[in-house]
């Protein structure tokens, strides 16, 4: 892919710019290439009031928390907070029947938003580039997602979290996984393999340790730069998309729609909103499936009117008004 964006002093400058250093952030560091290469590029930027955060998935052992005090050693040289954390990964996958990964990622956002609340600071930057994005772009193509999974990952979004309303920033999202390695070089940046990467039990992995570079035999060349045009464009169509479908039929203090007027609207409106809706309420991984499921509560006459959704949630029907409920606390 293209080296046109570089770890270098002008784009330090496009970063204070876009993002001033005089303000406080979170920064998500797991002792990794990626993340110990943001963490050296955030402090020679001059951001001074960063809360470390470092989250211990459990699923490792002893390599998980040597990873936890090398990155709390590491903050604590560099006069930053730190906040560490742990999380059982395996026990919640288990009881709310996700994959390994689904469940990571869930309790690391969580995590996140427990410290967001603690620092009173929701700015979070993390460590996701280019081939990241392209590695998101084809699992939801695969998942059969609209515009906006098409679209991958995006450099400033939001998440709700537990009723902490994230701000997500990616600085490095066009930055290439081979950019970083030479700063990581170069720089002579220490961090901490973690070896599960090179193994396929994650679908991340797969798709890039053999679907990348099987496609990229068969085109016989590196697809990657297709993959984020068509990514940029699909982009685009959501940004129009969102701009055109209008607002949620909101009804009600408790959150809930309208089932009456969800039920009028085309179907292309009406599943956006609801796919729009499922993001905005924490539902994890959504996509056509699960607006699928809700379209049958939606439209179903006979009861019960209820599914499931991922992450413990339900959407449920009643007295004219879907509304979701979380997971069990």
Partial sequence: MSDRITLNAAFAGAMRAKWPPVRSYLAAISGGRDSMALLHFLHGAGYRDLVVCQVDHGLRGEASTAEGEFVRETAQRLDYTVELRRVEVTAFARSEKLSL????????????????????????????????RVETVLINLFRGTGAKGL??????????????ELELIRPFLGITREEILRYVAVEKIEYREDESNASDFALRNRVRNRLLPLLGEIFERDVRPAVLRAADLAALEEAWAAEATGPLPWKGPDGGLEVAALREMPGAQRQRL?????????????????????????????????ASLPGGHSVRRREGT????????
């Fill in 101 to 132: 990964e689904t469940a990571a990622r869930e309790l690391r956002y969580r995590a996140f938003a427990e410290v967001a609340a603690k620092h009173d600071c929701r700015r979070l930057f993390l460590a996701h580039h280019a081939d990241d």
């Fill in 151 to 164: 679209a991958g990952m995006e450099r400033e979004t939001s998440r709700l979290v537990d009723g902490v």
């Fill in 274 to 306: 609801l796919l729009k809706w499922l993001r905005e309420s924490g539902v994890p991984d959504c996509g056509h499936d699960e607006v699928t499921r809700v379209l049958s509560v939606l439209l179903a006459e006979a009861r019960p009117a209820r």
């Fill in 322 to 329: 879907l509304f979701i409920e979380g997971p069990p606390v």
